[in-house]
């Protein structure tokens, strides 16, 4: 019996390289504005070797590279980068088709709904407050929660404690084959590779069911649950 689905975040509820890219492409060409005097295949791939070094998540992204590119810190720039950065995250941060249906439908079904993520927990809840997606789900476990991030167990198993859910008893779903399914796997769950998001043209994750576009998890846990008989 199936009581709860536990999703991953980025590139699985919202398309997070999508957006990072929108706001990094809005960034350059302001500070380039502001006064720095480099050509913009330049400054993305300083920006690249950064995300590289420091993770994708990294919240000093421009400060780095203008310390890298000139030195210091010149604060006309990066003010210039963070608001043009800010205001294209915004606006490309958008929901998966059908996230918000399905999500609905799953708690018309009577499931619990959780979140697993490795973002740090202010860029979460914001990303979720921004959808207002926040008070879709029951329980939400990001990197400070247990200082631990997938594959590791400790995560999977504490929003199960969360939740109030055996193993056994939840679906994960998730874009990472290597952290998502693998971490909830180990301890027992069932998995749903989330292919939509699939960034790494992941050949077999070694789900139990792999999703083409969200919506197909409601059949799943139809199906699971013997609901159609």
Do not use: C
Request: aromatic letters at 8%; glycine letters at 4%; hydrophobic letters at 45%.
């Amino acid at each position: 019996m199936i009581k709860a689905i536990i999703f991953d975040l980025d590139n699985t509820l919202v398309d997070f390289m999508l957006m990072k890219r929108r706001a990094i492409e809005a960034a350059i060409p302001a500070m380039i504005d502001a006064g720095l005097n480099l050509e913009p295949d330049q400054i993305n791939k300083l920006i690249d070797e950064i995300y590289s070094e420091k993770g994708i998540e990294y919240q000093k992204v421009f400060d780095l590279l203008l310390i890298k590119a000139i030195g210091k810190i010149d604060f006309k720039i990066l003010s210039s980068a963070i608001v043009a950065y800010r205001r294209a995250r915004e606006a490309s941060l958008v929901p998966y088709p059908h996230v918000y249906s399905t999500l609905v439908q799953l708690i018309k079904l009577g499931l619990k709904l959780g979140i697993v993520s490795d973002a740090p927990a202010l860029e979460a809840w914001l990303r979720l407050s921004s959808l207002n997606f926040q008070h879709l789900f029951d329980a939400i476990v990001t990197f400070e929660d247990t200082g631990e991030r997938k594959p590791s167990p400790i995560p999977f198993l504490k929003v199960l404690e969360l939740l109030n859910v055996k193993p056994e008893e939840a679906i994960m779903v998730g874009d990472w084959a290597e952290r998502d399914i693998l971490g909830a796997a180990k301890v027992g769950m069932k998995t749903a590779f989330a292919r939509y998001g699939d960034t790494f043209n992941t050949q077999n994750p070694n789900a139990n069911y792999e999703l083409n576009d969200i919506s197909e998890l409601i059949d799943i846990v139809k199906k699971e649950n013997k609901l159609n008989e």
